[in-house]
């Protein structure tokens, strides 16, 4: 069974989809299947998510056949393909293109089904997590403007508040851009204008303390290899300081800190999934 192969590596993508973050999984598949060709393997097989009746489901299988190259394509389908892709797959003179049906045998698990075998395998991943802690200075945090600039002090921090009638725990400055920690989410037409009087930028990013709360990230070390995964427990400002609950043990291996898109509980189980640009 599939399941009992232990992997010999992984990537972090950062959702449960590939719908929210296709080009993180994209450039995780090349990756992968690139260390897989130069070791030597003599026999690679990319295993790809399953075929979604969606325009970004379509786009992801066109971009891994370019960006992949393989020399033979497996397509196992119940019925007709998205015309695009047919026509695609239909006109390549390589590769070699094979057509299989879905034996009637094999049924598509339920949604609720799969949705308790992922909370399971991602409840393994937190099982006897311990909470740790990184300065944001001494790690690059990746898919978000925090720490890649210059902390605004509490006056401004208090200025802000006033001026933008909600809460700002934290704010930084980078070039021409304001980024900003909100209790609540404030009108950006009036966060725009506040920072461009005030601090003269030209553009400004708004996070939502709770957006932060119990997301998935992944822990790198200075080679882009993954070490693991955990769930940010809570981010001290005045320290700029992110606490991690999480597996991984060597702390000062971390280099990178990857953060994704879906906020989950230990137990595995989604609290939400976020949008391009909440963090």
């Not at 909100?182 to 957006?211: K, T």
């Not at 291996?253 to 999934?273: E, H, Y």
Request: one cysteine or more; proline letters at 5%.
């Amino acid at each position: 069974r599939l399941s009992d192969v232990r992997p010999e590596a992984s990537g972090f993508v950062g959702s449960i989809s590939p719908q929210w973050t296709l080009p993180e999984h994209l450039a995780q598949t090349c990756s992968i299947v690139r260390a897989a060709r130069r070791s030597g393997t003599e026999l690679v097989v990319c295993d790809t998510t399953g075929l979604a009746d969606a325009p970004w489901s379509d786009r992801l299988k066109r971009m891994k056949i370019e960006a992949l190259a393989p020399d033979h394509i497996v397509v196992l389908s119940r019925s007709s393909l998205p015309l695009q892709l047919d026509r695609l797959l239909g006109c390549l003179s390589h590769p070699v293109v094979h057509r299989l049906r879905v034996p009637g045998a094999i049924v598509v698990k339920p949604p609720a089904m799969r949705a308790q075998r992922r909370a399971w395998r991602l409840a393994r991943a937190f099982e006897n997590a311990t909470e740790r802690s990184w300065a944001m200075e001494e790690v690059i945090v990746e898919n978000s403007w925090l720490g890649s600039g210059t902390a605004l002090m509490p006056a401004a921090l208090k200025q802000l508040s006033t001026e933008l009638r909600t809460e700002v725990l934290y704010a930084e400055t980078c070039g021409r851009r304001l980024g900003m920690v909100v209790s609540s989410a404030p009108s950006y037409d009036a966060a725009v204008e506040v920072a461009m009087r005030l601090y003269g930028v030209q553009s400004v990013f708004i996070i939502q303390e709770s957006s932060l709360d119990g997301l998935v990230v992944g822990m790198h070390d200075s080679e882009r290899t993954l070490l693991g995964i955990g769930l940010i427990s809570g981010v001290d400002y005045e320290a700029r300081t992110m606490r991690v609950l999480t597996q991984v043990q060597a702390t000062s291996a971390v280099r990178i800190i990857r953060l994704g898109t879906v906020r989950l509980r230990p137990t595995g189980q989604v609290l939400a999934v976020l949008r391009t640009g909440d963090v």
